[in-house]
């Protein structure tokens, strides 16, 4: 996203504000749910989606102080309006139990959603049982492959500020398929061995910003796919972590690259890698270029910087890639 782009992105989010101030509020008490932690209130976010989401005019969404236990919800559009705004003041909590959303492929997912800000809050993912059922080998929902807290799919868009996302099952927020999205003050937590808690996944995408943000986590701080274009980092603080990875790439034979990727002013402490690109050792039409890394600081970082064009996780290789 460039400056004149990025300028219009916030004035347009400017006048949403400004619009909000005097739109209708659906509070998600008002439709039942219970701010003690342990009441099922996923249908009540639900319906003030639904009543958000049919209405002509810009909204707010209101999540006030409390905890809230949810399983898996969707908020999925194409919506009556394009300024629905979601503003948490309390913690979205999920269960404790593995098998209660990990069958499902998300928690918080929206979908075909065009124009949404969600500002505040705390998202528990509740991580901790799933990360010892992988770690003891056991059997696991078979959701766990592919969980994560924050997902947007095909949405345009789209601000996420003063965020706090913690001990994700797996992904903390994950962007796929959508244009123009911003992320700022985001504050995403896992410990250090906590396997396959990405901080932020990108992909298939365009026009994707992160500033002001923290990423402390088991995986990568923020993983690029294929199909990413047009992305900007700026004062980012990754640690621990295994830093901001662009790839793996190359894996199929057709595959969109990757492009036009700006990453300035990070800091990493204490992570496995700085900044990488990865990538598989066989044919692919993939591509990773126009990549501006800059004023990058490293404190106790083993691979500061690290391009790995024969990437292979297990021993699963192709014949071009030496074994493991």
């Known amino acids: 996203m460039n400056n004149s782009a990025l300028l219009s992105f916030l004035c347009l989010f400017a006048l949403l504000h400004q619009s909000l101030a005097a739109s209708p509020q659906f509070n998600v008490i008002q439709f039942g749910a219970k701010p003690d932690g342990r009441t099922d209130s996923t249908s009540a976010f639900l319906a003030a989606w639904k009543q958000a989401c049919s209405s002509t005019r810009g909204v707010t969404l ?13 908020f999925k559009g194409p919506c009556r309006n394009s300024a629905i705004f979601i503003r948490i003041d309390g913690t979205l909590v999920a269960p404790s139990d593995i098998w209660a959303i990990g069958n499902n492929p998300n928690w918080i997912e929206f979908q075909y959603v065009n124009g949404v800000t969600i500002s505040g809050g705390v998202l528990d993912g509740k991580g901790a049982p799933l990360w010892s059922c992988k770690l003891a080998g056991r059997k696991c929902p078979t959701g766990a492959t592919v969980q994560q807290t924050l997902g947007f799919s095909f949405c345009n868009n789209v601000l ?3 965020v706090t996302s913690l001990n994700s099952q797996m992904f903390h927020v994950v962007i796929n398929f959508c244009r123009n999205v911003k992320l700022q003050g985001v504050r995403i937590s896992a410990p ?5 808690t990405d901080g932020i ?11 002001n943000t923290k990423v402390a986590t088991g995986d990568d701080c923020v993983s690029i796919g294929p199909g990413a274009a047009n ?3 700026e004062n980012f603080a990754c640690g621990p972590g295994h830093g901001i990875s662009i790839g793996s790439l190359g894996k199929n034979v057709n595959e969109p690259g990757v492009q036009n ?3 300035k002013s990070t800091t990493f402490t204490g992570t496995t890698n700085g900044l990488r690109i990865k990538s598989w050792g066989k044919p692919s039409n993939g591509f ?3 990549i501006l890394f800059q004023h990058a600081t490293m404190n106790n970082v083993q691979n500061p910087i690290f391009i790995d064009q024969r990437y292979c996780p297990d021993r699963n290789c192709p014949d071009t890639v030496k074994k493991n």
């Open 201 to 211: 996944h990108i992909q298939m995408s365009t026009g994707v910003t992160v500033v």
């Open 192 to 196: 250090g061995n906590s396997p396959n």
């Open 288 to 290: 990773a270029r126009n």
């Open 231 to 233: 992305l900007r980092i």
């Open 62 to 74: 209101y999540v006030p102080k409390g905890r809230f236990l949810t399983r898996s919800m969707l």
């Open 160 to 162: 996420v500020s003063g």
């Open 261 to 263: 990727v700006t990453v």
